[in-house]
């Protein structure tokens, strides 16, 4: 049976934004006697407003993966399943569906837009399933579970301004992201060197100043 892409993970999460969060719920209807069981069983992660979900579909942070692919585990467990694990420092290198994990959470990395990289999450009884940028989470690694997903970059360059770092200081350049490579423009990388590109033809010319 053909694995599930990660791209297919991501589409499946964005069609589930705004479905409500409870905590034990893995993408079914809420009843009453779920949220008694749930509630008896963890306590004050099931918030006591949560019974107004009763009736309604409801998923927690893992239960949105599982839902997906159909294999029922914890943020720990995917955590220790994961075959690659990356710093979310380097997420920009990550392909789509890859999952974003701290310790009690995880989500799933949706792609740039606007220049920043994005995740989707059941995040918590305030938000439900919701698309945010990953600067603003807690996520502390990016996982690549090849067992059960496969992967693929994003076809399309991705052409954005960000920052270098050259001998300590910081310069703003262009950069081309396509499959998984950075690209930085000769022109912007030169002239932050202090050096000039000029060209003869098709064959770039770089001069000292």
Known sequence: MPKMTGMELVAFARSKIGTPYVYG???????????NYLK???????????????????????????????????SVQWFERANVKRPVSTIKDAPLGALVWQKGHIGIYSG????????????????????APVSRSGFTHWLLVEDIFSYEMEAEEVVEKDKIIINGKEYEVSMIRKDGVTYIKTRDLAQAEGIEVGSQGRTPVISVK
């Open 25 to 35: 719920m893995k993408g079914t209807v809420m009843t009453l006697a779920n949220y």
């Open 112 to 131: 740039m837009k606007g220049g920043k990289p994005m995740y989707i999450a059941a995040d918590g009884s305030a938000y439900g399933v919701r698309e």
């Open 40 to 74: 008896g069983q963890y306590g004050k992660l099931v918030w006591d407003s949560d019974v107004k979900k009763v009736g309604q579909v409801c998923v927690d942070c893992s239960g949105l993966i599982s839902w997906a692919c159909g294999v029922v585990l914890g």
